[in-house]
T-cell receptor, first 114, second 114 residues
Framework: DVKVTQSSRYLVKRTGEKVFLECVQD?????MFWYRQDPGLGLRLIYF???????EKGDIPEGYSVSREKKERFSLILESASTNQTSMYLC?????????????FGPGTRLTVT | QKEVEQNSGPLSVPEGAIASLNCTYS??????FFWYRQYSGKSPELIMS????GDKEDGRFTAQLNKASQYVSLLIRDSQPSDSATYLC??????????????FGKGTKLSVIP
């Protein structure tokens, strides 16, 4: 079974703090993704990576950065946390395709910024 | 803009009935289609994938794909209260450099009434 793990299930941070969210997958997948999910807005892609040290911006990259130093690990960094970054953060990984682009999600991190 | 559309629901069905969830997508060249189930407060879980026109069955779930109509559906037979969740449709829209991304619908909330 594919396993994607995230470093924390719940996190509370203060405005202005630098926040690190870690994601690890054990299926040797090339592709990894970071999403945030908010009520009524669905899943929104923040960043993705198709190889080690490679990254691409998604739909809402502002205020975020990422790091992928090893194939199995993809980190999301909030440079200076703000209250509008309070959200559920979901990491996913997928094989390179085609046609198998299915993504497997981690359990999510519910981040609250106060 | 490439889109995946789902009726947000809620869709209410009695226990034992067939639940029918629908999804349309905008990109005619899409090749890969997925259904995810998401329980409240949890992350999305992949339940079905379909790549060719027609039906694909897996237990109580049947995915149906009609590429000419740009339409994909999920049927849940003998619905159980445990099927109550939000169902997300996801489509791989071949977009060159980002061809491994999935575009997600906002989901249909299903409620199975005992």
């Amino acid at each position: 079974d594919v396993k994607v793990t995230q470093s924390s299930r719940y996190l509370v941070k203060r405005t202005g703090e630098k926040v690190f969210l870690e994601c690890v997958q054990d299926m040797d997948h090339e592709n990894m993704f970071w999403y945030r999910q908010d009520p009524g807005l669905g899943l929104r892609l923040i960043y993705f990576s198709y190889d080690v040290k490679m990254k691409e911006k998604g739909d809402i990259p502002e205020g975020y950065s990422v790091s992928r130093e090893k194939k199995e690990r993809f980190s999301l960094i909030l440079e200076s946390a703000s209250t509008n970054q309070t959200s559920m953060y979901l990491c996913a990984s997928s094989p390179p395709g085609p046609p198998k682009y299915e993504q497997y999600f981690g359990p999510g991190t519910r981040l609250t910024v106060t | 803009q490439k889109e995946v559309e789902q009726n947000s629901g809620p869709l209410s069905v009695p226990e034992g009935a067939i639940a029918s969830l629908n999804c349309t997508y905008s990109d005619r060249v899409s090749q890969s289609f997925f259904w995810y189930r998401q329980y409240s407060g949890k992350s999305p879980e992949l339940i079905m994938s379909i790549y060719s026109n027609g039906d694909k069955e897996d237990g109580r779930f049947t995915a149906q794909l009609n590429k000419a109509s740009q339409y994909v559906s999920l049927l849940i037979r003998d619905s159980q209260p445990s099927d109550s969740a939000t169902y997300l449709c996801a489509v791989n829209m071949n977009s060159g450099a980002g061809s491994y991304q999935l575009t997600f619908g906002k989901g249909t909330k299903l409620s199975v009434i005992p």
